[in-house]
C-alpha cells in the first residue's frame, strides 16, 4: 500500500498568517494516464471532511484562492494564506493513484 | 444541492452484521461512483468500498474485503453497505460519499454526515 506521510501533525497559526502543509508518498503518485490523484480535505471539528484541492493543485467549488496546492511525484504541498477562523481543523491528503487509496495522517491546524 | 444522508448504525456484537443505507439527493445518482470511507474514533480516514455506476465493478482494501460488500439500488438513488464478521477494529463512523471522475481514478467530492458504527460486545 502507498504510505502517505503528513507534517506536520500539529500546526499552530495566527489568524492572517500563512502555513504549508506537507504530504509525502511512498511511492510515485503519477498515473498511467498522466495525471497525478492527489487530494486535499479539511475536516473541521465537528463535521464531514470536506473536499479542498483535486489532482494537486484545482481547487473545488467555492473553495478560496488562500488555498493553493503544489507539488509532483511524491512530494505535495498544501499552502494557506492569510489564516481565517473557519480554516481550523484536520487536513489530510488522500491518494487515489493506487488501490488502495490511501489517507495521510492528518495536520491539525490551530491557534497559536 | 447534494445531500447525502447515512443510517443503520449502531451497536452490535463481534461476529455480526450490519448493513448501512446512504439514501443520496440532489444529484443523479446513476452517473456517479459512490464510496464508503470510515474513521475510528479519533483517527484518521480509511477508505472502505468504491462501485461503479452501474454496480457491476466494485473494489475494496484488504481489511474488508470478504467482509463487506457495497451495493446501490439506482431506481432509489441509494447506497448500501453490508458489513459480515464485524471486528472491534471496525468501529468507526462510517461516510457515504459522492466520487468524481474524470476518466480515470475518481475522489470523494461531497460527504455525508457519517453513522457510527461500534462493534463490542
Known amino acids: 500500500d502507498v504510505l502517505m506521510t503528513q507534517t506536520p501533525v500539529s500546526l499552530p497559526v495566527s489568524l492572517g498568517g500563512q502555513v504549508s502543509i506537507s504530504c509525502r508518498s511512498s511511492?510515485?503518485?503519477?498515473?498511467?494516464?498522466?495525471?497525478?490523484?492527489l487530494h486535499w480535505y479539511l475536516q473541521k471539528p465537528g463535521q464531514s471532511p470536506q473536499l479542498l484541492i483535486y489532482r494537486v493543485s484545482n481547487r473545488f467549488s467555492g473553495v478560496p484562492d488562500r488555498f493553493s496546492g503544489s507539488g509532483s511525484g511524491t512530494d505535495f504541498t498544501l499552502k494557506i494564506s492569510r489564516v481565517e477562523p473557519e480554516d481550523l481543523g484536520v487536513y489530510y491528503c488522500?491518494?487515489?493513484?493506487?488501490?488502495?487509496?490511501?489517507f495521510g495522517g492528518g495536520t491539525k491546524l490551530e491557534l497559536k | 444541492e447534494v445531500q447525502l444522508v447515512e443510517s443503520g448504525g449502531g451497536l452490535v456484537q463481534p461476529g455480526r452484521s450490519l448493513k448501512l443505507s446512504c439514501a443520496a439527493s440532489g444529484f443523479t445518482f446513476s452517473n456517479y461512483y459512490m464510496a464508503w470511507v470510515r474513521q475510528a474514533p479519533k483517527k484518521g480516514l480509511e477508505w472502505v468500498a468504491t462501485i461503479s455506476t452501474s454496480g457491476s465493478r466494485t473494489y475494496y482494501p484488504d481489511s474488508v474485503k470478504g467482509r463487506f460488500t457495497i451495493s446501490r439500488d439506482n431506481a432509489k438513488s441509494s447506497l448500501y453497505l453490508q458489513m459480515n464478521s464485524l471486528k472491534s477494529e471496525d468501529t468507526a463512523t462510517y461516510y457515504c460519499?459522492?466520487?468524481?471522475?474524470?476518466?480515470?481514478?475518481?475522489?470523494?467530492?461531497?460527504w455525508g454526515q457519517g453513522t457510527l458504527v461500534t462493534v463490542s460486545s
Open positions: 511511492q510515485s503518485l503519477v498515473h498511467s494516464d498522466g495525471n497525478t490523484y
Open positions: 460519499a459522492r466520487q468524481i471522475n474524470y476518466g480515470g481514478p475518481g475522489w470523494f467530492a461531497y
Open positions: 488522500l491518494q487515489s493513484t493506487h488501490f488502495p487509496w490511501t
